[in-house]
């Protein structure tokens, strides 16, 4: 949880005047009203596509102008203006967009404030949200956030990403954009609390929510350093892995500091502008995380970031980290800084490629996550949110390619998979029964040429947010 942000009432020069619309969007004085603050044109920006997605993940609420730059140029691919928006959980300013605005190729920024989790299916805020190429959650209350999931808001930022936009956020806003949120529903963590029992009642969590392609396992946190946050990021990543809310037995902290941010390209590459950046693995179970005792967890593999540096969530690093231990809730000292591995010739990294988490919404051909681009074997995860969720990918087979699948299925639910042509057309198909029962699914493509070919997981029974994790290999 952090700061209320910035509560200024406006202050409007009238130069800008002209520029600026203000309408609450409620519908009775009994009620909370959604404030809706436009600035720049009053026109949206149009056209076929965008060249995104981008994504900033913020220390603190506020914008940092050099990562926000850089995602505003990819989205636009160098050429035109997009239009923002911003959401927040309270307040009455427009800190951000106030910043936003000026900077080149901006059409537009509206700030809509939200005061109730119904505000998330207000029409008026989702057409904003889908005319817009980035959005951007304020610092605040990460809980008032992820109390839009479900609603109508939620499917609106993934089309924005869908699309080729962005999505960013700062502190609050930060934390929501990760795999798994650390909701802080009912208090705000310490990390000497959370070291003292990782169950807690200030560690909750939200899962299901936003899944960013390349950016999957992840746990974001905020106001890093100052704020002496590793040790509860440590607990967070135990948790994670040790209640399955991540694929793969592994999950990553990501914590940034307050005034830095990461800017995230379409590629998967993250690259720090700013103080300090973190990213804290937990690849094995931990040897002690049980309600009422502290924790227990040797070697957390910790990635420091400095201005400039990058790290590639599509193709996560196997050299670089530093390790730290967790022993009867007592943290190593130097926790924030150590001497990284960088010789792993004694240790080969297991081989793979890339990962990639499904972007909603992809449940029809037309809006199949394309995964050509990545490297192979990679590994795609996902969930399926409904008993109708059908989640497609899009890839590409050469002549004489074996194409093979193979997809753990939690217990939650029991879902089939299917492997189409560029037609639509089934061509193999694994349909198990049972919840939790795996499929897989194998194909030579024996005609010259290349084509496209479409993996279809469907949900045949139940649902849920825990993930399958589907092999996808070529060879």
């Not at 990635?303 to 007592?330: E, H, I």
């Not at 939690?410 to 029962?437: E, F, H, I, Q």
């Amino acid at each position: 949880m952090s700061p209320s942000r910035n509560s200024r009432r406006l202050a409007v020069t009238a130069a800008a005047a002209a520029l600026l619309t203000v309408a609450p969007l409620g519908v009775t004085a009994a009620h909370a009203q959604v404030t809706r603050v436009r600035q720049g044109s009053a026109t949206d920006a149009s056209r076929a596509s965008w060249s995104g997605p981008a994504y900033t993940m913020n220390g603190s609420g506020g914008i940092v102008t050099a990562t926000m730059t850089k995602a505003v140029d990819a989205i636009r691919g160098g050429t035109g203006a997009i239009d923002v928006v911003v959401i927040a959980g309270s307040g009455s300013g427009t800190p951000e967009c106030d910043v936003i605005t000026p900077l080149a190729g901006v059409n537009s920024c509206t700030t809509l404030t939200l005061t109730a989790a119904n505000d998330g299916n207000n029409s008026q805020v989702n057409t904003d949200i889908r005319n817009a190429e980035f959005v951007y959650f304020a610092g605040g209350d990460q809980c008032r956030y992820v109390a839009w999931k479900g609603t109508a808001l939620e499917a609106s930022v993934e089309s924005v990403v869908a699309k080729g936009g962005g999505v960013g956020g700062g502190s609050a806003g930060h934390h929501v954009n990760s795999d798994v949120v650390y909701d802080a529903c009912t208090a705000s963590a310490t990390s000497s609390g959370a070291l003292a029992n990782p169950y807690d009642r200030s560690l909750t969590f939200t899962t299901g929510m936003f899944r960013w392609p390349n950016y999957a396992g992840t746990i974001n946190d905020s106001h890093f350093v100052t704020r002496d946050r590793m040790g509860r990021t440590m607990a967070f990543v135990a948790r994670a892995v040790k209640d399955g809310l991540v694929s793969g037995g592994k999950a990553w902290g990501v914590g940034v500091e307050e005034g830095a941010s990461l800017y995230l390209d379409r590629a998967g590459r993250a690259t720090l502008s700013g103080p300090s950046a973190y990213v804290v693995l937990g690849d094995h179970q931990p040897e002690v995380a049980v309600s009422g005792q502290p924790l227990t967890y040797t070697n957390f593999k910790i990635w420091k970031l400095t201005n400039g540096q990058s790290y590639d969530f599509a193709n996560r690093p196997t050299c670089g980290y530093y390790l730290r231990s967790v022993r009867a809730g007592v943290p190593d000292a130097n926790l924030y800084s150590g001497t990284p591995v960088t010789d792993c010739s004694t240790t080969p990294p297991p081989s793979g490629g890339s990962t990639f988490a499904e972007a909603e919404p992809n449940d029809s051909r037309t809006a199949a996550n394309g995964i050509s681009g990545l490297t192979f074997p990679a590994t795609v995860t996902g969930d399926m949110k409904s008993t109708s969720d059908r989640d497609y990918f899009s890839l590409a087979l050469a002549s004489g390619q074996t194409l093979t699948v193979n997809c753990a299925v939690p217990s939650a639910y029991d879902a089939d998979l299917y492997l189409l042509s560029a037609s639509g057309s089934t061509l193999t198909r694994s349909v198990n029964d049972g919840a939790g029962a795996d499929e897989s699914v194998t194909l030579t493509r024996t005609a010259s040429g290349t084509a496209t070919y479409y993996l279809d997981l469907e949900a045949y029974a139940g649902s849920g947010t825990a993930d399958y994790s589907c092999t996808v290999a070529k060879s």
